[in-house]
């Protein structure tokens, strides 16, 4: 039971191995934050869970290359709140935003207004734009967003039209110049950003295989999502599966994955073909390794391209409406799993770093709706 007028932190207690474990993180009691000119104080309903935050984190043993660097942020970060907004340190509050940036776009959880002293929130507004894992944060009103729930579920802005949504829609329009006909492979297919690509290229013509790990996500990207066949990344040979599934070879990878599956897939690119370097969640714990240097395509936005949704800020609005659109129109299936409790944030983050879920992209409920 949550002492009244406490608020409850997770910070990071001490470097961990490549999936971090409930005991390197320390849950600590802290004063109730009191919001500050333009502030306003919002009590956390939903974190957002990210295998992109894991490099962010310290490492107790040899620190895998994922070019973990200034690079890899945004092109101009000396506006954030934070003086190194790529890492986060030993004591340090655990964040959900990958950036803290002061972008309303930049958030990590949602909640609800219970003080306000900003002009454009009121007590009981609903709002995006918190960082933490915590029960109660003080944020920037203008780098945060009202939420119309009558619009969207409060935790769309963190699912349907959240930051993993924004990113593969970034990635899909912007980079992978996709036409009818061609042929498309998508590696974690069943998660947060795949499942949407999955869906954008279909509605678009294409034949469309996934890569997932387990025979039930891949029935979800089959059934659900609409993919024409998923390749379980735990059975078989990839690459033998490729050839059946795409004799002719294929146009574009989009990759959220990198390590060992990226090869096979990379080397059966036809002439023109396209690999779109999004994440590299296989290789963020050191546990596996691509043959092509992944982390510094990403982060030097490198043509075979990769790219950084942080680049396209100033797009996020019109992704929301497409996407909206599209959500209530009934044309775009996106699954979440919740976690119950603030306690449950480390082992949300294990198993969104595991492929141990069943798919979709993963919060934790801190508080219901009030």
Not at 208 to 233: N, P
Not at 260 to 270: D, E, G, H, T
Not at 311 to 334: C, K, M, S, T
Request: aromatic fraction near 8%.
């Amino acid at each position: 039971m949550q002492e009244e007028g406490v608020n409850r932190c997770w910070r990071v207690a001490s470097p961990m191995g490549p999936i971090p474990q409930p005991e390197n993180f320390a849950l600590v009691a802290l004063p109730m934050p009191e919001p500050g000119p333009g502030q306003v104080l919002m009590r956390t309903h939903y974190i957002s869970i990210a295998p992109g935050v894991r490099p962010l984190l310290p490492y107790a043993g040899a620190e895998p290359d994922v070019a973990n660097d200034g690079s890899a942020g945004r092109a101009d970060a000396s506006a954030d709140a934070l003086p190194d907004p790529t890492r986060i340190k030993l004591g340090e509050r655990m964040r959900a935003g990958i950036v803290p940036s002061m972008s309303p776009f930049a958030g990590g959880t949602v909640g609800q207004v219970i003080a306000s002293r900003h002009p454009g929130f009121a007590v009981g507004d609903y709002i995006f734009g918190g960082r933490y894992w915590q029960d109660y944060e003080v944020v920037d009103g203008d780098a945060s967003l009202r939420l119309d729930l009558t619009d969207l579920p409060i935790e769309a802005d963190l699912t349907i039209v959240g930051r993993s949504a924004f990113t593969g829609w970034v990635g899909y329009r912007h980079y992978c110049t996709a036409r009818a006909g061609e042929v498309m492979v998508v590696s974690a297919a069943a998660g947060a950003v795949g499942m949407l690509v999955v869906q954008m290229a279909k509605a678009d013509g294409l034949t469309v295989i996934g890569i997932a790990s387990g025979a039930d996500k891949c029935r979800f990207v089959t059934g659900e999502l609409g993919a024409d066949a998923c390749i379980d990344r735990t059975q078989g040979d990839i690459g033998e599966a490729l050839d059946r599934l795409a004799p002719a070879g294929i146009d574009i990878y989009f990759d959220n994955a990198g390590g060992a599956i990226q090869q096979p897939v990379f080397s059966r690119l036809k002439p023109f073909g396209r690999l779109i370097v999004c994440g590299m969640a296989a290789e963020y714990g050191g546990m596996e390794h691509s043959t092509l240097p992944t982390g510094l395509i990403l982060s030097k936005r490198l043509r075979i391209q990769g790219f950084v949704v942080l680049d396209h800020e100033d797009e996020y609005p019109a992704f929301r409406a497409d996407i909206a659109q599209r959500w209530r129109a009934g044309q775009l299936v996106y699954r979440q799993e919740i976690y119950e409790g603030l306690e449950q944030a480390p082992a949300a983050l294990a198993a969104c770093l595991t492929g141990q879920s069943p798919g979709g992209k993963i919060l934790v409920r801190v508080h219901g709706p009030a």
